[in-house]
Structure formats: C-alpha cells, structure tokens
C-alpha cells in the first residue's frame, strides 16, 4: 500500500477535489437534525453535611469527597422500558444519518426527512406511554428508594408526578449563514460560508471515519466467531454477527459519500462473500464456515492497513 510520500502530487489533488465535490453534495441534499430529551435525574450529589458525615467514616475530609445517591430503581422493569425507547430513537437517528463536526447534530437525507419525523413521532409517542405505565409504579419506586436509602432520603428529591419529566424532541437547525448577514455584512458574511464549507468538508472526513471503523470492527468480529477456539471445537455466535454486517452494507450504500474508492472495493467484496449468507448456514456447514472466515480475514487485512495509514493520509481537524 502506498504511503503518502508514494502518492504523486496529481493524486492528491484529485482527492482533494473528490472530497470537496462530496462535501457539495452533502451540502445540497442532506439537512441537519437534532435529537434531544428531557429526563429526570435518577441520582443526586449528596449535602455537604452527608458528604462530612460520610468522609468521617473514612477518617477523610468532605471536600475531597465525591458521593451521590441513586433516587430510583434504574433496574425496575418499567424505568428500563422507558430508557428503551431513547436508546432505539438514538440508534435509529445514527443508523439514518452522518457525523457532523456540532455537538449533537447530525446530517440526514433531506428525502427522509418526512419518515425521520415520522418514527420520531412514534417513538414519542411510546415514550408517553411508557411514562404513563412508569407513573402507576411510581410510589412503588419511592417507598423502595426510602428503605434503601434510609436517613439519604429525602420526599423533597422526587416531584409529585412524573408528567412532563421525559419528552423526546427534534429540529432541523440551520447549518448555513443567515442571507441577511450578506446585506448586512458581506465580508463577515463570507467569512461565514468559509466556515460552513470548512465544516461539510470535516463531515466527509468523519463520515468515511466513522464508515470505516464500523464496517472493522464489524469484519473482525465475525472473522473471530467464525474462527475456531483454542480447543479446535467451533465457536458459538450469534446472528447478529451476519445481520449487523448485512445492514451496514444497505446504510453504507443509501449514505456513502463516495470518497475512498478502496473502502468502496472492499465492501463490495465483503458483501459478496455473505451476501445470501445464513447464519444457522454457516452454524451447520462448516467447509462454508472457513472459506467465508478465509475470505473475510483477507478483506480485515486490507482494511487494518487502510486504518493504519489513515492518519498519515487524513488529517482530522476538531471542530471550533
């Protein structure tokens, strides 16, 4: 593999071209989205009393003593459905969008934008369901907390209901200067849209980061459960192992941004390595089993040099 004092000069400036030419189309079909929720606080930091009576205890000081207490059962069965829900709203604006250098914002496909609101209001609406269910066990949680906790308990910690203390919300900001900031200002105005394109060209760089060390981590944990163990016997795995892979290739091909022709290449081949692949196949047949492993391992191989080069070859900025 060529290092970057082995690439002619011509070279990069054709990748420098690709990636901007990505970073335009990026720019003109793919909008922002936010994510964020409102949560109750299930812990809370202890009163500098019961800090000083708990550093005495140790024969410390309470001001070079960190203690919080736990409010409610984060285990209980309905506080876990509850979180259920943020973490498949989390996953499914991940699995539908890109990295974009602002914290807590994310590129997404303007062409799906309307099914993105969609699920959102979906899982909102589970959400006040399952607060709802979450609510009628509610005493339940805080007579619990008030044996648990014992004199750390205080009715003051814990609001009367809990409506309105979870709520998942979405927004499309605006990533682009404001137009009358050109009438206004037209010099700070392209100072401005030299700070976006900066910033679409930093999302290409993450996007194809962040393409390439899931679709590694991915390869390589399929190749360790399809390799046998140390006693030579075959290792369980589960399906997930296939089906993960297998979504990465239709996310990778819906939001590629087309910048890594060898990221590309080896995809396509890992692709037609599993493609109609089984799991309970590769379970049942195991000639299937190591040709797929064999194959699979030559495609980690390429792929473990493409990450240790990558840092010589790209170069990540961290946001403003």
């Known amino acids: 593999m060529n290092s970057l004092l082995d690439v002619p000069a011509h070279s990069?400036?054709?990748?420098t071209d690709s990636r901007r030419d990505a970073a335009q189309r990026m720019r003109t079909t793919m909008t922002a989205a936010r994510l964020g929720f409102t949560w109750f606080g299930t812990r809370k930091s202890l009163s500098r009393e019961q800090k000083e009576q708990a550093a005495d205890s140790f024969g410390a000081e309470g001001d070079f003593l960190s203690a919080g207490k736990k409010l409610i059962d984060t285990q209980h069965p309905k506080f876990k459905a509850v979180t259920s829900v943020r973490t498949r709203a989390v996953?499914?604006?991940?699995?539908?969008?890109?990295?974009?250098?602002?914290?807590?914002?994310?590129?997404?496909?303007?062409d799906a934008i309307d099914e993105f609101a969609r699920r959102m209001n979906g899982f909102k609406a589970e959400l006040e369901d399952a607060v709802v269910e979450l609510g009628e066990h509610y005493d339940e949680l805080r007579n619990a907390a008030r044996r648990r906790?014992?004199?750390?308990?205080?009715?003051?910690?814990?609001?009367?209901?809990?409506q309105g203390l979870f709520a998942v919300d979405w927004e499309f900001p605006s990533v682009e200067p404001p137009e009358y900031l050109r009438r206004l200002n037209p010099a700070l105005y392209e100072q401005e849209c030299e700070r976006v394109r900066s910033r679409f060209d930093e999302a290409v760089r993450l996007a194809e980061g962040a393409f390439m060390d899931e679709f590694?981590?991915?390869?390589?944990?399929l190749c360790e459960r399809l390799g046998g163990g140390s006693d030579g016997r075959q290792k369980v795995f589960r399906n997930s192992a296939v089906e993960n892979l297998t979504q990465f290739f239709e996310r990778f091909r819906t939001l590629n941004v087309g910048t890594n022709a060898e990221l590309d290449r080896l995809v396509d081949q890992a692709q037609q390595i599993v493609?109609?692949?089984?799991p309970q196949t590769l379970r049942d047949n195991s000639g299937l089993r190591r040709q797929v492993a064999t194959q699979l391992s030559g495609v980690q191989s390429v792929l473990d040099g493409l990450l240790v080069d990558r840092p010589r070859r790209n170069i990540i900025r961290k946001p403003r």
């Open 149 to 162: 906790l014992g004199s750390l308990y205080s009715a003051a910690d814990y609001p009367v209901s809990l």
């Open 275 to 278: 493609g109609g692949v089984r």
């Open 12 to 15: 990069d400036a054709l990748e």
């Open 216 to 221: 590694a981590q991915l390869v390589a944990h």
């Open 91 to 110: 996953n499914y604006w991940k699995a539908l969008s890109l990295p974009y250098p602002e914290p807590g914002v994310r590129l997404i496909r303007q």
